[in-house]
């Protein structure tokens, strides 16, 4: 377990003249999260670093108070905190593009509006640990999951002891918590390859292009708090439009990483997405649904 060996200093205590020299950006994207930005933002105010940061906060065009809230929080640290509301709906994928290329700190922590953290020294463990092993491009921990309505599910994010993953590792299923996230600024104008603009989510897609540039380190701490809700991203759409969407983001995938020793590994989630598929229609007796998706897998 990392230990800190140097003092470290609250959002409140670093000196104005550092907040041009932040090492990373934090990157908060929402929509209609009124009930919840707050708490993802006091997260983040109460890290504890030995480096000066940097908040962007992305708002894409809510129609609820979320924009009020925000104002307040920037009006509050106006030399820390950057607000960019959208002038229009921008859409999920466009909102992270904007908000990431807005960064300009050596590194980059993920946080959407209905997630929080809950450990005060998450990014200078994490911090630590890039800084000290430059071959990775990303440091990710484990999340607890907060489940909402009355709704019942697995504790934790993921279960995972290894330390090091690779591109071959996250082709088959996204095993990293969005909100637990430290990344290498790798941002540019050729980091969004074209076919992230077809997928129907992003995260998963964003890990994928981090995992070009360096391998990817696994902090096994709960750092963070993944919500589960009605109006989540993943948790917001039923089971069927879940596995149609994977599909459809593997389909992404396939056209961005070009390495042909990583393609068996995207052949194989692809045929493990069919066969979910068909194990559900299956199960639903939707035949011809069934038979379509059969025959998908059986020419895969």
Request: aromatic share 14%; glycine share 2%.
């Amino acid at each position: 377990m990392y230990k800190n060996t140097v003092s470290l200093i609250s959002f409140e205590e670093i000196k104005s003249e550092d907040y041009t020299m932040a090492e990373v950006s934090i990157c908060i994207i929402c929509y209609n999260q009124e009930k919840y930005i707050e708490q993802a933002i006091e997260s983040v105010l109460m890290q504890k670093c030995t480096f000066a940061t940097e908040i962007i906060i992305c708002d894409d065009c809510s129609t609820d108070n979320t924009p009020n809230l925000i104002r307040s929080y920037v009006d509050k640290y106006p030399k820390r905190i950057k607000a960019y509301p959208a002038q229009q709906n921008m859409g999920m994928l466009r909102n992270w593009e904007r908000a990431l290329k807005l960064c300009s700190a050596k590194y980059i922590a993920l946080l959407e509006g209905d997630d929080f953290w809950n450990d005060e020294n998450k990014l200078q463990k994490q911090y630590r640990i890039l800084e000290t092993y430059p071959n990775y491009s990303v440091c990710f921990t484990n999340a607890r999951n907060k489940y909402e309505n009355g709704r019942k599910g697995y504790p934790h994010y993921v279960n995972l002891t290894d330390t090091t993953h690779t591109t071959a590792d996250l082709l088959l299923y996204n095993f990293i918590p969005t909100c637990s996230v430290l990344m290498r600024n790798n941002i540019s104008t050729t980091f969004f390859h074209p076919a992230y603009f077809n997928s129907p989510f992003a995260d998963w897609i964003i890990h994928i292009l981090n995992s070009k540039f360096g391998d990817i380190y696994f902090l096994n701490e709960f750092t963070c708090t993944y919500r589960v809700h009605n109006s989540g991203v993943w948790g917001g759409i039923k089971e069927e439009k879940q596995l149609i969407n994977k599909l459809n983001a593997i389909a992404c995938i396939s056209i961005i990483v070009s390495k042909q020793e990583i393609k068996p590994f995207i052949k194989q989630s692809r045929r493990q997405a069919l066969q979910n598929i068909c194990a559900f229609y299956k199960q639903h007796k939707k035949y011809f649904n069934y038979l379509a998706y059969r025959i998908e897998l059986l020419i895969n």
